[in-house]
């Protein structure tokens, strides 16, 4: 079976400092990553998308990631962070060749202090 | 682009009532998911559609709750003689054909059972 651990519940950062997320998973088949971020009392925004090529992905709002096969791991990052960031981010996978079922992280609360 | 619309935004019931919420997909996606968040946890996969057909159910799914997508556009899920543990943030999401696709969430429906 597929899961996803996010390894810190709450990051706190100072404004324009760099960030890093993250994110492990377990899976026996090849998978597609995901990152999205919630902000409060919305829905999930799609951050980036790793499915297949340079393990190195951009994404929306200056994000990046970067997948590591051998670590099982697919990282976000941001060199520099605004107080606009503060929100909940979530990683999650997808079984490739199967129906886009989404599998989630628990979760990592970003708090971005001025 | 319209993109997903859930209704209502919020419920508040009492306990031992029924609740029925309605998610609208984009237009052209013929695939459509609920999920279930709690606080501080990650989205849940409750149940998929692929056009009108049910193909999927999450053992989260007890047998007070059925969803429906009786034309394969808008999707209905009603939660019968509600309890306090089914408060939640009830997620839509739709997306093309293809596992690569990615998930576009609505808003949400917080549900309150007192």
Same mark, same amino acid.
């Given at each position: 079976?597929?899961?996803?651990?996010?390894?810190? @519940?709450?990051?706190?950062?100072?404004?324009? %400092?760099?960030?890093?997320?993250?994110?492990?998973?377990?899976?026996?088949?090849?998978?597609?990553? $995901?990152?999205?971020?919630?902000?409060?009392?919305?829905?999930?925004?799609?951050?980036? +998308?790793?499915?297949?090529?340079?393990?190195?992905? !951009?994404?929306? /709002?200056? $994000?990046? %990631?970067?997948?590591? +096969?051998?670590?099982?791991?697919?990282?976000?990052?941001?060199?520099?962070? =605004?107080?606009?960031?503060?929100?909940?981010? $979530?990683?999650?996978?997808?079984?490739?060749?199967?129906? /886009? !079922?989404?599998?989630?992280?628990?979760?990592?609360?970003?708090?971005? =202090?001025? | 682009?319209?993109?997903? @619309?859930?209704?209502?935004? =919020?419920?508040?019931?009492?306990?031992?009532? /029924?609740?029925?919420?309605?998610?609208?997909?984009?237009?052209? =996606? *013929?695939?459509?998911?609920?999920?279930?968040?709690?606080?501080?946890?990650?989205? #849940?996969?409750?149940?998929?559609?692929? *056009? &009108?057909?049910?193909? &999927? !159910?999450?053992?989260?799914?007890?047998?007070?709750?059925?969803?429906?997508?009786? !034309?394969?556009?808008?999707?209905?899920? &009603?939660?019968?003689?509600? #309890?306090?543990?089914? @408060? %939640?943030?009830?997620?839509? %999401?739709?997306?093309?054909?293809?596992? /690569?696709?990615?998930?576009? $969430?609505? *808003?949400?429906?917080?549900?309150?059972?007192?």
């Amino acid at each position: 079976a597929q899961s996803v651990t996010q390894l810190d @519940s709450q990051v706190p950062v100072f404004e324009e %400092a760099p960030v890093e997320l993250r994110c492990n998973y377990s899976s026996s088949v090849s998978v597609y990553l $995901f990152w999205y971020v919630q902000y409060p009392n919305q829905g999930l925004q799609l951050l980036l +998308k790793y499915l297949s090529g340079s393990t190195l992905v !951009k994404g929306i /709002n200056g $994000f990046e %990631a970067e997948f590591n +096969k051998s670590q099982t791991s697919f990282h976000l990052r941001k060199p520099s962070v =605004h107080i606009s960031d503060t929100a909940e981010y $979530f990683c999650a996978v997808i079984i490739s060749g199967g129906y /886009n !079922k989404l599998i989630f992280g628990a979760g990592t609360r970003l708090a971005v =202090h001025p | 682009d319209t993109g997903v @619309s859930q209704d209502p935004r =919020h419920k508040i019931t009492k306990r031992g009532q /029924n609740v029925t919420f309605r998610c609208d997909p984009i237009s052209e =996606h *013929n695939r459509l998911y609920w999920y279930r968040q709690t606080l501080g946890q990650g989205p #849940e996969f409750l149940t998929y559609f692929q *056009n &009108e057909a049910q193909l &999927e !159910k999450s053992r989260l799914l007890s047998d007070r709750f059925s969803a429906e997508r009786p !034309k394969g556009s808008f999707s209905t899920l &009603e939660i019968q003689r509600t #309890e306090q543990g089914d @408060s %939640a943030m009830y997620l839509c %999401a739709s997306s093309l054909e293809g596992s /690569n696709s990615p998930l576009h $969430f609505g *808003n949400g429906t917080r549900l309150t059972v007192t």
